[in-house]
């Protein structure tokens, strides 16, 4: 790692690696991952469970356990989040970065009104009254497009709906204008309605705000649909990064195996009516014994022997798109 900022990045990671210890065994949540994402611009994390992806993202925001061994780089606005004291990365949490969790009910505090919590929210990084805080979360509740937004101030979670609970929490991380913000799994417990809502909300306030923004999901047809960039993640390591216009435009390219199973396995309408949906077979591996070659070779109707020998690299093979498959797709379809 040079530890310069490429030009025009706000966020630039470099072999960024997290390991935790399990009964003596070391797990391997990311090993070595290295992306960049300007000002602006939309990176959508794809990825099975226990891919790494939320894990990577964690490590910039620190909010991993202490047990969790964390190198390598994370430059946010040139400044060095890997390694910083909890006290430096909370004046970097919610200023610089924040995060929208998956879960708004487990996230947000029943027994608190919603508008004490944004409050709370504001204060912690905002030296500013009571009442110019009320004011504040009042517009923030507006800006996130809540009706009503006097009254719902002084409700409880529980009297709102799923979808309601998600903008409380988008207006909690936009508190203080964050310049990177990370929605993990943000629209996964919500109606395909609703979820479209709040993506369409979170790319209205991006555009507002000049923010970075990540998302991070399973579903690809969500980062078809609303990113700028796509990493596919597996085992730990990415396996392929594409412009999304690349992997899903028309005459797309997608390279990586694991990530035509997932493409295959969106529903589509044109489907025949009870069909099976294509799945991805077999299971992601054990991560305290990951094969010695390709961790998807077990998965991969396509693996041969050199792909059981040895793990290939993730390289740039076309502007802008990196894979890391010794058998690609040709042309985007298996061959």
Not at 170 to 196: G, S
Not at 235 to 242: C, L, N, P, R, S
Not at 253 to 266: G, Q, S, W
């Amino acid at each position: 790692m040079n530890g310069t900022q490429a030009a025009g990045a706000l966020l630039q990671v470099e072999d960024l690696r997290v390991a935790f210890a399990a009964d003596g065994r070391e797990i391997r949540a990311v090993d070595g991952l290295s992306y960049q994402v300007d000002a602006g611009r939309t990176l959508a994390i794809i990825g099975e469970s226990g891919s790494g992806k939320t894990v990577g993202c964690r490590a910039l925001m620190g909010l991993l356990p202490a047990s969790a061994e964390v190198s390598g780089s994370a430059r946010l606005r040139g400044t060095e989040m890997i390694g910083l004291s909890d006290s430096e990365l909370r004046r970097h949490r919610g200023q610089d970065m924040a995060m929208i969790f998956q879960d708004p009910a487990r996230s947000l505090n029943p027994t608190m009104r919603v508008g004490v919590q944004i409050t709370e929210a504001i204060r912690a990084h905002r030296k500013v009254a009571r009442s110019e805080a009320h004011v504040q979360a009042v517009e923030l509740l507006r800006l996130v497009r809540i009706p009503a937004p006097e009254r719902r101030f002084h409700e409880y979670p529980h009297q709102l709906s799923g979808g309601m609970r998600q903008r409380i929490m988008i207006a909690m991380a936009l508190a203080c204008r964050p310049k990177l913000l990370i929605a993990d799994e943000a629209t996964t417990a919500l109606d395909v309605t609703t979820q479209a809502q709040i993506m369409e909300l979170l790319l209205d306030l991006q555009a507002e705000l000049g923010m970075a923004l990540i998302l991070i999901s399973h579903d690809l047809g969500l980062a078809a649909s609303y990113a700028d960039e796509v990493i596919v993640m597996y085992a730990g390591k990415i396996v392929e990064q594409a412009p999304a216009t690349r992997l899903f435009g028309a005459g797309g390219t997608v390279k990586m195996r694991y990530t035509r199973a997932l493409l295959d396995a969106i529903p589509h309408l044109e489907r025949t009516a009870h069909t099976e949906l294509p799945v991805v077979s077999g299971r992601p591996p054990d991560p305290t014994a990951l094969p010695a070659g390709c961790s998807f070779a077990p998965r991969c109707p396509a693996a041969a022997d050199d792909c059981a020998a040895k793990t290939p690299p993730l390289t740039e093979h076309a502007p802008g798109h990196r894979w890391a498959c010794w058998h690609p797709c040709e042309n985007g379809v298996p061959a």
